[in-house]
């Protein structure tokens, strides 16, 4: 199982960047996908999700109107598009996919990909 996720990198204040997460090993269209971020000093917090089909999305109140995930069930990708990025939005962002199942959950995480917002 592997969730890589790609895209990265340094923008300026107000600039935009897409990131990717690409899926293998598992039925990826039977799976709940999350983008969470970790920034410095602080918890790792919920971005946004997805759901199976492609509906069913939620953001993060910080990122409500500005970042829009997405998904590719045939490419087992999942997308999170950043625009208007702020300083705050500095971060490790990670790709999360998750199954119910009768025995609990499955989990998956990627390893995650740093964003950089500065000037």
């Known amino acids: 199982v592997q969730l890589v996720e790609s895209g990265g990198g340094l923008v300026q204040p107000g600039g935009s960047l897409r990131l990717s997460c690409l899926a293998s090993?598992?039925?990826?269209?039977?799976?709940?996908m999350r983008w969470y971020r970790q920034g410095p000093g602080s918890e790792r917090e919920l971005v946004a999700g997805?759901?199976?089909?492609?509906?069913?999305?939620n953001y993060g109140d910080s990122v409500k109107g500005r970042f829009t995930i997405s998904r590719d069930n045939v490419k087992n990708t999942v997308y999170l598009q950043m625009n208007n990025l702020k300083a705050e939005d500095t971060a490790v962002y990670y790709c999360?996919?998750?199954?119910?199942?009768?025995?609990?959950?499955?989990?998956?995480w990627g390893q995650g990909t740093q964003v950089t917002v500065s000037s």
């Open positions: 999360n996919a998750q199954m119910s199942t009768i025995t609990g959950w499955n989990t998956y």
């Open positions: 090993g598992f039925t990826f269209s039977s799976y709940a």
């Open positions: 997805i759901g199976r089909g492609g509906g069913g999305t």
